[in-house]
């Protein structure tokens, strides 16, 4: 049940013979979106080179369980401690945040902060990308979060709707493996075919969900003049379940196994590890490294690893993307590098919504509206944490099994964020350190040690809930990614600058949602610990009252699809209005976040780009002029396509 | 070729309840090296030998579905299910022993007699049963002086036998399709449940257990194109993969896989409770253990008997005994000359399985009333 | 290592942290856990420290029976955990084994007993952290090891009744 990872693979392309290559496609990046890519265009035939900017080492059982071991060996098990520092690729990290102060630039970090809102949200540069270490939740967005400027006068509209998405949702759900239920899943308007069942049952709730479910269950909330009534919810997951026999019109499913380039029995179902972030240790969770290896089996796509790309080429005359230059570092522990190039008829970026108009902007190609960059979007998190009348139980199952969903749409968003609440099996792990931050106060301040040491914690930690808010931020042109050829990395690569404020109108979702878990606490009989520290990197001062934000790693936004060329990046193919040739694929071309988390919106939207793909592939035939570098270089002046 | 020793649906269940008892013996033997390998070393080991554990029990499985659709009834609480070892595999097979043993070149060299490919020595698939024989361990069930070179061969049989009953019998297949275990309740790396309900399926199921065991007609994979158990053990012989294209008969030619026979606990060699300082702390966690372990077989034989959801919670069980296995395995057994504790995988006897013994076993019995 | 300092580290940590001595030896980490804990802090204060825990149980057990609980838990407090340079240490045995993790000695310690090379905040090795006694004080697995199987999540904790204190939840589920 392995997914085989051709051996040698991450090392056999010869950058430079692939230079004197024209592919068919060139895409940069490894992660889902551009995974997802590869494999259909390979699968049609067509020629693929991917550059990714990590290790170039064949996915393999040994890799991985190398990451694990750097987990289980750090002090500090942030989501990117299993993950080796690479200074010629580096990531974000979210120990890196700091408060910013008014002027004054954290440039500390890979990602220089201009603020003034601070945020610790992270990706990661290695094969297969951020869902290495992604929590797997894989909510689709709701019908209306794609008219949010008509509805509700906020944010922008998609040129897109649910009904043109729906069937590449049921294709991304396929591709990742979505364990869950279509009748916990329709609420909201978001509405399945007629036969359709995901591919495998719904996880289980946990016992926690369930005890939350006794009271939550039926509460009234009345908000805009609408009535509804909560319940605890299960969330679809992007992890091995039990399959679904009834799949596919009968034909079931098969779950897909761990990589590497030998034979293993790894990646079944979900055991329950409760460490889906930062490294699910038996690969029940789905990563890209699995499309990846798959899209790699096919002789037709290569590619090229410690590959960073460092600049989109153009031709002045037509607009057309002409080659990537990309920076080949040797190793990653040594800055030394080989300038390279890739050409092919499309060019497709699918390095996230940070790093491709990262990559853009240092190439100098703001877009001729100067929107390349702008409308970073995230989603805003707010903790909220109590303690339960009963022990319970923390840190079992996956990370979140069940939330709360009913205010993730409605009339209210004409004046305030909407959310959805994750109900967290992991305590106050995430807010307060739980329970490492328990144990050392119960032995350190507590005197407790033996018998009231034990009973102590039970007290302590097994009553614990964590409620996590997932609020909505809106477009905003001055949220922004930009360059600034004083701030570069170890190869040279100019680094992103992020500059970043909360709006009213998140904040607004962010009070209200303070003020429902008092409700729903109460509800409970638990008892509220929630304290926000006005020290906190991320404490915003909202009506009077402080609260502390966290990033959401949900990073969109910033080369945003529209119908219309001037308020907008791509269309709705992802496809550049000013570059014919170019793709930006991933987050960053969403208009909205909304509600959901951003992925398996973001494998829709790839896996429906790859048909405009196939179609431009199949149109076009006209030459097109090559860059001087390669004339110097001794390449044919034209290329005929 | 020699004459069937099966020919009617009574012989077939005997051999079938066989089957049962020959697919779980292998398991402590696995558990016990598998577990004996210190934490976080040999993992190309530690994954080829847990593996073949998972899959033994998913034949074990697939045979509880091939006897519950022939109408016969699974049992795996009756007291001579567990074999103590050392002991013979209950085919017959008599160059072997096997032993519950740590990690070794040893170890290594038993897994391989235990999954080596049917090829009996002159072509006869049921042997005469040596005259030193142990006369408890029979071989066929239905011959007491024969005895099988191989688990394929013993599988060959039953797949013979299996035919000239089915033709025989049309209502062969009569068993409650409900008792059968759905691929929904048990999937592992390599291999699906297969549901049996004719002679088709049955077939299906019996020779994949041979196949995956073996390998398919002296080829290194089976159908599914895994490597077999015996190549896989093979590999951990030479310290290499195997890959596509090698043949029986050379050395495999795959990535190098490494070994470290030190990082290792070393366990006693088939233990028993007699070992255990009396009255002892850990004499009592390894008694809890055997109650946790014919528990777990007990809710295996439920799930077996028309539950098949309780397979979930076997694997629960499971992982509890992992826990369990590793705590003994690293307690040194006093008065050994140096030697670790091992799970002794001996029945309980009444006293040892009273309620509230010990935390434990309380633990257990709470865990099964829910 | 003498074994008899092995056997006086188990003695002690049994009283530490409520585990038996099977559960301790049982993760496979007593051995690194004591050379750790002289790395860190030295030999003197390890003999210290073990030797106050053996004057403890002696105060605490009346004639050679065994140690009074109640007793035993004062002699603990006066010996030990009051102790300016033994309290400190022991907490950290504590720490120790419910998380695996070594945690750097508070800085008035190391200014008045020195500190030594091992003494920061580091794991012993990666096994010591699933090894940890607290997640299973809390009937929970370390997060990214000893799984508890699919599903097992949707049931309650098994935490140990004697923890519960009548809190009991409905275990019909
Ligand atoms: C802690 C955490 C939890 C999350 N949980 C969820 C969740 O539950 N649900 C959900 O939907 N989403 C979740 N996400 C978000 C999710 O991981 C991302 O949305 C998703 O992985 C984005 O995929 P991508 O392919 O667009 O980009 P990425 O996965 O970031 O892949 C980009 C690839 O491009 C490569 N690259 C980058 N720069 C360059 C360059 N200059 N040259 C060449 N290659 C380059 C990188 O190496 C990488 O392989 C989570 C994220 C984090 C961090
Ligand atoms: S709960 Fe565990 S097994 Fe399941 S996906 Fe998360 S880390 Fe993997």
């Known amino acids: 049940m392995f997914v085989k990872f051709p051996e040698g693979e991450a090392k056999r392309t010869d950058p430079t013979t692939a230079g004197g290559v024209v592919y068919d496609a060139v895409i940069v990046g490894g992660g889902i979106a551009g995974a997802l890519i590869a494999a259909r265009l390979g699968a049609a035939g067509k020629s693929v080179l991917i550059l990714d900017a990590g290790p170039a080492e064949d996915l393999t059982l040994r890799g991985y369980e190398s990451y694990l071991d750097r987990f289980y060996s750090a002090t500090n098990k942030d989501n990117q401690s299993p993950y080796p520092v690479n200074p010629n690729a580096p990531m974000p990290r979210g120990t890196d945040a700091r408060r910013i102060f008014p002027g004054v630039p954290d440039s500390s970090a890979y990602i220089v902060q201009s603020g003034p809102f601070a945020t610790d949200t992270t990706y990661t540069r290695v094969l297969g990308g951020t869902t290495m270490h992604w929590e797997a939740k894989t909510p689709r967005m709701l019908p209306e979060d794609f008219q949010m400027r008509s509805l509700y006068g906020e944010g922008a509209d998609w040129p897109l709707t649910y009904e043109d998405l729906a069937p590449y949702y049921n294709e991304a759900e396929y591709e990742i493996g979505v364990s869950a239920d279509v009748d916990d899943q329709s609420y909201l308007g978001i509405t399945f075919d007629d036969d359709y069942v995901f591919p495998m049952q719904g996880l289980p709730l946990s016992y926690l969900d369930q005890v939350v479910a006794r009271d939550v269950d039926g509460m009234p909330v009345e908000l805009d003049g609408v009535q509804r009534e909560l319940r605890v919810r299960p969330w679809p997951q992007g992890r091995n379940g039990v399959p679904n026999p009834a799949y596919n019109g009968g034909e079931g499913y098969v779950p897909e196994g761990a990589v590497s380039t030998y034979q293993v029995e790894v990646g079944e179902r979900c055991q329950g590890n409760n460490n889906c972030v930062p490294i699910c240790p038996v690969q029940a969770k789905y990563h890209a490294g699995k499309t990846l290896a798959r899209a790699l089996q096919n002789p037709q796509v290569h590619l090229v690893g410690q590959a960073v790309a460092y600049k989109v080429h153009v031709d002045e005359h037509t607009g057309r993307v002409t080659e990537i230059e990309y920076r080949r570092y040797d190793k990653p522990d040594s800055a030394h590098f080989t300038t390279e190039r890739a050409r092919s008829r499309l060019f497709v970026l699918a390095a996230n919504a940070v790093e491709n108009p990262r990559l853009m902007l240092a190439s100098g190609l703001r877009g001729s509206n100067g929107l390349m960059g702008r409308n970073f979007m995230d989603h805003a998190y707010l903790l909220a944490w109590a303690r339960l009348p009963e022990p319970a139980g923390t840190f079992r199952g996956t990370n979140c099994t069940g939330g709360i969903t009913e205010l993730r749409g409605g009339r209210f968003r004409r004046r305030q964020a909407a959310f959805s609440v994750d109900i967290h099996n992991d305590g106050w792990g995430w807010a307060r350190g739980a329970p490492m931050s328990d144990l050392a106060d119960l032995v350190d301040a507590g005197g407790r040690y033996g018998e009231s040491l034990r009973q102590g914690l039970v007290d302590r930690v097994s009553t614990q809930l964590l409620l996590a808010f997932m609020v909505e931020v809106p477009a905003n042109p001055s949220n922004r990614v930009t360059v600034d050829p004083a701030y570069t990395d170890h190869l040279g690569n100019m680094r992103p600058i992020l500059t970043y404020d909360i709006p009213d109108y998140t904040m607004r979702g962010v009070a209200y949602a303070r003020q429902l878990s008092k409700r729903i606490f109460a509800r409970l009989g638990a008892e509220d610990h929630t304290q926000y520290d006005p020290s906190f990197w991320g404490y915003a001062v909202y009506g009077g009252e402080g609260y502390e934000i966290r990033g959401g790693n949900h990073l969109a936004g910033t080369h945003m699809m529209g119908h219309d060329r001037s308020m907008s990046v791509v269309d709705k193919d992802q496809r550049s209005w000013d570059h014919e040739n170019l793709y930006l694929v991933g987050g960053g071309s969403m208009p909205t976040v909304s509600t959901s988390n951003v992925t398996l919106t973001i494998a829709a939207l790839s896996l429906r780009s790859v048909r405009a793909m196939l179609d431009q592939l199949a149109k076009e035939s006209a030459p097109i002029r090559v860059t001087s570098e390669a004339r110097a270089q001794g390449l044919p002046r034209e290329v005929t396509l | 070729m020699i004459e069937t020793t099966i020919n009617d649906r009574d012989d077939l269940i005997k051999y079938l309840h066989k089957a049962m008892v020959l697919e779980h013996a292998t398991i402590p033997p696995y558990l016990t090296a598998y577990y004996s390998i210190h934490p976080t070393t040999n993992s190309d080991a530690a994954h080829i030998i847990r593996v073949v554990a998972v899959e033994e029990m998913l034949h074990l499985t697939l045979v509880a579905n091939v006897l519950n659709a022939i109408g016969g009834t699974p049992d795996l609480t009756r007291p001579d299910f567990v074999p103590s070892y050392p002991t013979y595999l209950p085919d017959g097979e008599r160059d072997f022993v096997v032993d519950l043993r740590p990690f070794s070149p040893e170890a290594v060299e038993t897994f391989c007699k235990i999954e080596r490919p049917a090829l009996a020595p002159d072509g006869a698939r049921l042997m005469p049963a040596s005259s030193t024989a142990t006369p408890s361990l029979v071989t066929s069930p239905t011959r007491e002086e024969m005895r099988f070179y191989s688990i394929g061969e013993f599988y060959a049989e039953i797949i013979e036998g299996l035919q000239v009953v089915a033709a025989q019998e049309p209502d062969l297949f009569c068993g409650d399709p409900a008792r059968q275990v759905r691929p929904e309740y048990?999937?592992?790396?390599?291999?699906?449940?297969?549901?049996?309900?004719?002679?088709?399926?049955?077939?299906?199921?019996?020779?994949?257990?041979?196949?995956?065991?073996?390998?398919?007609?002296?080829?290194?994979?089976?159908?599914?194109?895994?490597?077999?158990?015996?190549?896989?053990?093979?590999?951990?012989?030479?310290?290499?993969?195997?890959?596509?294209?090698?043949?029986?008969?050379?050395?495999?030619?795959?990535?190098?896989?490494?070994?470290?026979?030190?990082?290792?606990?070393?366990?006693?060699?088939?233990?028993?409770?007699?070992?255990?300082?009396?009255?002892?702390?850990?004499?009592?966690?390894?008694?809890?253990?055997?109650?946790?372990?014919?528990?777990?077989?007990?809710?295996?034989?439920?799930?077996?008997?028309?539950?098949?959801?309780?397979?979930?919670?076997?694997?629960?069980y499971m992982f509890r005994l992992r826990d369990g296995i590793n705590r003994i395995i690293r307690n040194p057994l006093p008065g050994s000359g140096g030697l670790h504790a091992a799970p002794t995988f001996e029945m309980p006897t009444a006293v040892d399985s009273a309620p509230g013994a010990s935390r434990g076993t309380d633990e257990a019995a709470r865990a099964v009333a829910r | 290592m003498t074994p008899d300092a092995l056997e006086d580290f188990l003695s002690l940590s049994v009283d530490l942290t409520a585990f038996e001595r099977t559960d301790l030896l049982g993760t496979g980490l007593a051995r690194q856990y004591l050379a750790k804990v002289r790395d860190a802090c030295g030999e003197d204060v390890v003999t210290a420290l073990l030797e106050a825990h053996r004057a403890a149980r002696t105060e605490a057990a009346e004639d050679g029976a065994r140690p009074d609980p109640q007793r035993l838990d004062r002699a603990l407090r006066h010996r030990i955990f009051s102790e300016e340079r033994l309290g400190p240490v022991a907490r950290n045995v504590i720490k120790l084994w419910y998380a695996g993790t070594w945690y750097g000695l508070p800085p008035e310690w190391t200014d008045s007993y020195g500190a030594q090379p091992a003494a920061e905040t580091s794991t012993v090795t990666a096994a010591s952290y699933q090894e940890g006694l607290l997640w299973r004080a809390i009937a929970a697995n370390p997060p990214g090891a000893k799984a508890p199987g699919y599903g097992a999540w949707a049931r309650p904790p098994a935490i140990e009744d004697r923890y519960l204190k009548g809190r009991s939840h409905d275990r019909t589920g």
């Open chain 2, 186 to 316: 048990f999937y592992s790396g390599g291999g699906q449940v297969i549901v049996v309900s004719d002679l088709n399926s049955a077939l299906r199921a019996l020779e994949f257990i041979a196949e995956q065991g073996e390998g398919l007609d002296g080829g290194i994979y089976d159908k599914e194109e895994e490597l077999a158990h015996y190549y896989r053990f093979r590999q951990l012989h030479f310290g290499r993969y195997y890959q596509k294209g090698d043949s029986p008969h050379d050395a495999p030619s795959g990535p190098r896989l490494d070994i470290d026979w030190d990082a290792v606990y070393p366990v006693k060699v088939n233990a028993k409770l007699a070992d255990y300082p009396v009255d002892s702390e850990l004499a009592q966690v390894a008694r809890d253990f055997n109650a946790e372990y014919f528990a777990f077989l007990g809710l295996l034989d439920t799930a077996f008997n028309g539950k098949p959801s309780l397979l979930l919670d076997a694997i629960w």
